[in-house]
C-alpha cells in the first residue's frame, strides 16, 4: 500500500507546486473577489448573477487545472520514462494510474476548496445595490485576514525551507480561509451575532460541490487522454469540457463524453429555489465515481497493451 | 496480463453501466427541477443546463468574464439605444442572451427595441414583421429559458394589448389584420391548430381559459392573446420581488378584457381592407369582475379611478345593446341606472346616447346631417360585412339623430336631400367600406391605410 500512497501524495504535491496551478487558483481568487463588483448589473438577479458566474467559475478552473496539470504531468511522466520506472518495481499500471488520479483528486479538492469559500464569502457580501451600500465587515475581515495569513504562513514556511510559496500558500489557505468563513458565521452585517452561517446559501455550497464533482471527472478524463494521446492530452482534455458542457440527449453512446451538464446547478440560482435533495448530490457523486472509474479502468487496458518508455 | 486486462475491461463495462444510469436518473431529476430543459408547452428542448448546445459551450467556458463580458455588452446596448441605433442595439442584446439567457430583461430590452423602437423608422406597411419578431422572441425564445418569468408573460400580453390593440401606432390597423389573418381558419381545423403552435399558445389551456370565461375567445383579436398571457402569468408562483409585475399583470388582465368588451368582435374585410373589430358584450361580466377587483386599490393621479372605469363601463353596456340592435333592452337597463344615480348628468336616453357616440351632432343643422351620413354609411358597410345586428343599430341611430335634428331645426334636413360625404365610420368600419376606400383613394392624402399584401 506505501508505494501506491507514495505515488499518489508526490502527484499532489507536484500538482500544487507547477506554476500552473498556482495562476489558475491566484486568477479564480481575484475573479472571485471582483465578482461582487461585476455582477453588479444584472437588474433584479445581481445576487443570482454572481453566484452563477461564481460556480461556473470554479468548474472552469477545475476544467483549467485538469487540463494543464493532471493530464499534462501524467503524458509527462508516461513519456519521460518516469512512469516506466514505477512499472518496473513492479507496480500495476491499473493501480498506478488510480494512485496517480487520488493525487491529483486531492490536489483538485484542495485548490477547489479555496475558491469555494472565497465564493461563499462574496455571496454573503452580495453585490453593492447603489453607491452607499454598506459593507460586510464580518466578511471582509474573515476573508482578506484569512487570505493575508494564508499568505504570511506561506512565506515563513518558503523561509524556513518547507516548501514552495505556492503549494503550501494553498494548503495555509484551506485552514486559515475555513476559520475566515467561521468567523463571518458567527456574526451578521452588523456584528451582532444570528444563527451560526446564517447568511450562506447553502444551494451555492452545494453548487460549489458539484463542481469539484465535475472537475475531479475532468481530471480522470485527462489522465485517460494521457495515456492515449500523450502531448495531445492538454487539448484534449479542454475539448472533453466543452463537449461535457455542450452534450445533450438521452442516447446511450453519450455516456462516454464525461456530462458536466449534470453538475451545473445554476439556472437554480434565479429561481429562488431551495438547497437541493441528499438524493441528487448522492446520484451526482455516484456518476463522477462510476466515469471515473471507467476513465482509470480504460486507461489502465490502454496500458497494459502498449510498450511504455 | 490477461486477468488485468479482463480486470479493466469488466472495471471499465461496469464504470459505463453505472455513469449510464445515473446520468438518466440525474437528467430525469434535473427535468424535474426545471433546469437544463425547456418547460414550455411547445418549444424546442432546450436540453443543455446552458441552453442551446451551440452556445452552451462558450457561456460554460468562461466563467467569471461572462459577467465582465455582459456589463460591457449592457453599457454598449444601452448607449447605442440613446443614441437611436437600434438595430446595433437588438444584434448586441442577442449576444448578451446568448451569454445569459436567464436574464429576462435581456429578452425585454431586445422585443422592446424590436416592437416600438425600430418600427417609427420604416414604412407603415413594412413594419408588422419587426412587431411579430418582437413577440415570437418572447414567446419562443425568451419563455423557453424563463418559463416562469412573469415579467416576460407582461411584455408579451402588453405588446398585443398596447402596440397591436390600441391606436397609438398608426399603423396599429394593419398589426391587427395581421393577426387576424393568422387566425382566420375556422376553430379546430388544422391550419388553425399550426396558428396555435406557431403562437406557442397551448390548446387546453386555451379551453380552461375559456370556461373560466364562459365564452369562447377570438384568437383574431389581439385583446384574446393580451389575455391568455396575463392570465398565464398570473398563474405562475408568485415570488416577493415579482409583485409589481404581479400588479401589473393584475392591471393588464382587467385592460384586456375591457378591450375584447369594446373591441372583441372581429370583421372579416373586404379583399385588401382591414380588419373591424366590433364590441362584445360577451365580456362585460369578465370586465366588470376585474374592474370590482381593483376597486380600493391605489391608483396614480393620471389614471381614472376603477370606480369611474365601471361607470364607464356601464354606459358603454347600454351603448352596444342600443347598437347591436336590442334598443328595448338598452332603454330599460338605462332607466334602471337613471334609478339607481348612476349617471346623474344625464337628461334623456337620447341625449346620453348622442354624448358619446355623435357628441357633435346637435350642434348645427350640418353637423346633424354629417352624423347621419355616418351612421348610414357604416351601417352599408356593416349589412354588406353580415353584420346586420349593428346595422340595425346604426339605422336606430340615424333615427334618433333624425328626430332629435327635427326638433331643433324643424324642416332643417330634408330627406330628398343628398346627405354628405362622411370624414370617418363608428368603430372604425370604413376598412369595411370598400366603396368609400376606392373614393377616397381617388382623392389624395384622405385615402385610409392598406393592408400589406
Known sequence: ?309 | VTARRVLACGLLAAGLTVAAWSRTELRAARRALGIGAATSASGPAVDTALGPAKTAALVGSLGVLRAAAIDFLWLRAIGLERRGDFFEAVALARTIAALQPRIDAVWTFQARSLAYDIPPGMPERDRWPWVAAGIDLLRKEGLDFNPRSPSLHFELAFIFYHKIGGDHDPAAPFYRTELAREFEAERGAERWRDALRTARLDAERLERLEARLGCPLDLRVAGAHALYWCEQGLALPARERDRFVFSALKHLRAASLLALFHRGRPVRPAPGGHYAFLPDPRFETQARQALAERVGSKQSAAQESPEEELRALDAAAIRYLFLGGDAAAARQRFAEAMRRGTFPGARSFEEFLLADLEPTALDDPHAARLALARAQAGAVALDAAGEPGFAAGLRALADVIRARAADLWPGALDPQEALPEPDSLPFGVEALDTARRARARAAPGTAPPEAPR
Do not use: N
Open chain 1, 1 to 309: 500500500m506505501a508505494p501506491y500512497l507514495a505515488i499518489a501524495r508526490a502527484a499532489c504535491e507536484e500538482l500544487l507546486r507547477l506554476p500552473a496551478c498556482g495562476v489558475i487558483v491566484l486568477a479564480t481568487l481575484v475573479a472571485l473577489a471582483l465578482s461582487p463588483a461585476l455582477a453588479m448589473f444584472g437588474f433584479q438577479d445581481d445576487a443570482s448573477l454572481l453566484m452563477d458566474f461564481g460556480a461556473s467559475t470554479i468548474l472552469l478552473s477545475g476544467a483549467l487545472l485538469a487540463a494543464f496539470g493532471s493530464s499534462w504531468l501524467a503524458a509527462r511522466d508516461l513519456d519521460s520514462g518516469a512512469a516506466p520506472v514505477v512499472f518496473a518495481k513492479p507496480i500495476a499500471r491499473g493501480a498506478y494510474l488510480a494512485a496517480r488520479f487520488a493525487g491529483a483528486a486531492a490536489a483538485h479538492l484542495l485548490v477547489g476548496y479555496v475558491p469555494a469559500l472565497v465564493l461563499l464569502l462574496a455571496a454573503r457580501h452580495g453585490p453593492p445595490l447603489h453607491a452607499g451600500h454598506p459593507s460586510d465587515g464580518p466578511v471582509l475581515l474573515g476573508g482578506f485576514g484569512g487570505a493575508l495569513a494564508a499568505l504570511a504562513i506561506a512565506a515563513f514556511g518558503a523561509r524556513a525551507g518547507a516548501g514552495a510559496f505556492g503549494a503550501r500558500a494553498i494548503k495555509a489557505g484551506a485552514l486559515t480561509m475555513t476559520a475566515g468563513v467561521l468567523l463571518a458565521g458567527t456574526f451578521d452585517r452588523d456584528w451582532k451575532a444570528p444563527v451560526f452561517l446564517a447568511g450562506f446559501d447553502p444551494l451555492l455550497a452545494q453548487a460549489a460541490f458539484l463542481s469539484l464533482l465535475g472537475s475531479l471527472v475532468l481530471a480522470a478524463a485527462g489522465i485517460f487522454l494521457a495515456v492515449v494521446l500523450r502531448r495531445g492530452a492538454v487539448a484534449g482534455t479542454l475539448l472533453a469540457f466543452a463537449a461535457g458542457l455542450a452534450v445533450s440527449g438521452d442516447a446511450v453512446w453519450l455516456v462516454v463524453i464525461p456530462d458536466l451538464g449534470v453538475f451545473w446547478v445554476g439556472e437554480l440560482f434565479y429561481q429562488d429555489a431551495a438547497p437541493l435533495e441528499l438524493r441528487y448530490l448522492l446520484e451526482a457523486a455516484l456518476y463522477a465515481a462510476a466515469y471515473v472509474t471507467a476513465c482509470l479502468a480504460a486507461g489502465a487496458w490502454f496500458l497494459e497493451r502498449r510498450e511504455v518508455g
